[in-house]
């Protein structure tokens, strides 16, 4: 096995099965959202580190959620980017593992964050006078760092069963990133065991998560049904209804991607789908869970306000 897995040494990632102008074009397009997200999540974080109104656990959780987006998106949009301008470039092997790493961590940590996020609006919202105790600074730091270590482990759990696998070619990855289904595939044994663990993984990671954020939103509805004023029961569904886009876009495609059977999606469908993960969903959760926040508007204002000064 080790006399084998030493022949394939570099990977090469297809990419998209596009002309040269539409690459020159996609490009520039992921280019431009790139930018977007490390500037959304740039700023957020800045805003909540700077002011000291943002030091509560419910905008420690945002920062997190910030920070994972911007990692997962350089764990994969820069090779993309590389990709588009010279196509078939090849990646080494233990890069290509890296990569499958850090995407499987920051992902598994954000379906956590995700999860801790709406317990934690079902506190604030149905708890409003026990949320100080139930939510207390040390409970926050435990729920994050329980995120970042699960999301770490369940991702070295999939690495080192990939490792153990001999690669004997082909070495091309029908792929813009070292996706792990997309490796797995080049795999000279049985992956049986890997795709049982990663369909295990996912019941975990996946549906579990899933159902305790909908029960949390469907309490955070009934609470809300409750208010008795209509500007503030429709001020509270708006913002509910859209973190539940959000939630069911990255659940929604990720179960699509990993639980559905293969054969109903094609190889370049399941790009534009992984596309959610790298661009759209990172881009989108500073503008749903931060920049429509009255109090972080608030914040951007007076930051602004105090620079005007200078």
């Known amino acids: 096995m080790e006399k084998n897995q ?166 091309e990855i029908n792929h813009f990133f070292c996706e792990i289904l997309s490796v797995l595939k080049l795999a000279c044994a049985d992956t049986r065991l890997n795709q049982a663990v990663i369909f295990s993984a996912c019941v975990y990671i996946l549906l579990g998560p899933l159902g305790l954020v909908l029960l949390s939103y469907a309490r955070i509805l009934a609470a809300i049904l409750r208010i008795q004023s209509g500007e503030g029961r429709r001020k509270a569904f708006s913002t509910c209804s859209s973190h539940l886009c959000v939630v069911g876009l990255f659940f929604g495609s990720a179960i699509v991607m990993y639980m559905a059977p293969k054969s109903r999606h094609p190889e370049e469908q399941q790009k534009i789908l992984f596309l959610f993960y790298s661009l759209f969903n990172p881009m989108l959760n500073p503008l749903i869970y931060s920049l429509r926040n009255a109090e972080v508007k608030g914040a951007l204002r007076r930051t602004l306000f105090k620079e005007s000064h200078f």
């Open 6 to 171: 030493t022949m394939v040494t570099e990977f090469i990632l297809l990419g998209f099965s596009l002309g040269p102008r539409m690459h020159l074009f996609l490009f520039g397009l992921f280019s431009l959202l790139y930018v977007l997200i490390l500037l959304g999540n740039g700023v957020i974080l800045g805003l909540i580190s700077l002011d000291s109104r943002l030091h509560t656990p419910m905008y420690s959780f945002l920062s997190h959620l910030a920070i994972v987006d911007m990692a997962y998106a350089c764990s994969t949009v820069p090779q993309m980017l590389l990709n588009l301008l010279s196509p078939a470039k090849p990646v080494s092997f233990a890069g290509c593992i890296t990569q499958t790493f850090l995407f499987l961590s920051f992902a598994h940590t954000e379906c956590l964050l995700l999860v801790v996020m709406s317990c934690d609006r079902y506190v604030a919202i149905c708890h409003p006078l026990r949320y100080s105790v139930l939510v207390s600074w040390r409970v926050c730091i435990s729920l994050v760092v329980t995120s970042w270590t699960c999301g770490s482990l369940l991702a070295l759990v999939h690495v080192g069963l990939l490792l153990r696998l001999p690669f004997c070619g082909p070495h």
